[in-house]
């Protein structure tokens, strides 16, 4: 198993671009989410979902989308970038109930100038 | 609110030594919450995780963490640091299908 991949790795944006972030698992998990780790801030989460086209907000949704067609595949859209953006994005997955263990991706640095 | 505070951002430990990293939360009903590892450039690993049972709950790589209802703290413990433990931790709760996380403690273990 691959576990969690995240594509791309490092990317610099200019504001007011958009991109896609890409995320998928190859373990049948239900639960997928996506976080941005900032420092001093810890982790906080964007959006969820708790399986295919099922997703909700999280504490931060602000000025990213997301859609889940397939269990395997959960990408974050960021419509509009803006420097504010500029962070570590994580995406995990796990089975449910989704307390279950989090598998976490490598993560992808993001850079908005 | 939902919420985990780690008051410390850094802690030291020779090698060798016992080590606490130490997360307090503010819940409500029962609480589940876990801890999670970080070392450089890489994502989350997941260590353990109290969700009912016994207080103390141990986990991964010899480490522990005891859950203490009263005092609202779940503290991350080891007997014997090694420096091969020196990254970043974070604690977590659960509630919601929502995830809360720390900010986050660097522990640094000294050879």
């Known amino acids: 198993n691959a576990g969690v991949t995240q594509t791309p790795k490092f990317q610099v944006l200019k504001t007011g671009q958009s991109m896609t972030l890409q995320c998928a698992q190859d373990?049948?998990?239900?639960?997928m989410s996506w976080y941005r780790q900032d420092p001093g801030m810890g982790l906080r989460l964007i959006h969820y979902?708790?399986?295919?086209?099922?997703?909700d907000q999280g504490e931060v949704p602000n000025g990213y989308n997301v859609s889940r067609s397939t269990t395997e595949d959960f990408p974050l859209r960021l419509l509009s970038a803006a420097p504010s953006q500029t962070s570590v994005y994580f995406c995990?997955?796990?089975?449910?109930?989704?307390?279950?263990?989090?598998?976490f991706g490598p993560g992808t640095r993001l850079l908005v100038l | 609110a939902q919420s985990v505070a780690q008051p410390e951002d850094q802690v030291n430990v020779a090698e060798g030594n016992p080590l606490t990293v130490k997360c307090t939360y503010s819940?409500?009903?029962?609480?589940?919450l876990f801890w999670y590892v970080q070392y450089p450039n890489r994502g989350l690993q997941f260590l353990l995780k109290?969700?009912?049972?016994?207080?103390l709950v141990k986990g991964s790589y010899g480490f522990e963490a005891e859950f203490n209802k009263s005092q609202t703290s779940f503290h991350l413990k080891k007997p014997s640091a090694l420096v091969s433990d020196s990254a970043l931790y974070f604690c977590?709760?659960?509630?919601?299908?929502?995830?809360?996380f720390g900010t986050g403690t660097s522990l640094t273990v000294i050879p």
């Open positions: 995990a997955s796990s089975r449910t109930p989704p307390w279950e263990t989090q598998y």
């Open positions: 373990m049948n998990h239900e639960y």
């Open positions: 979902s708790v399986g295919a086209g099922i997703t």
């Open positions: 819940v409500s009903g029962n609480p589940y």
């Open positions: 109290y969700i009912t049972g016994d207080n």
């Open positions: 977590a709760s659960y509630t919601g299908n929502q995830f809360y």
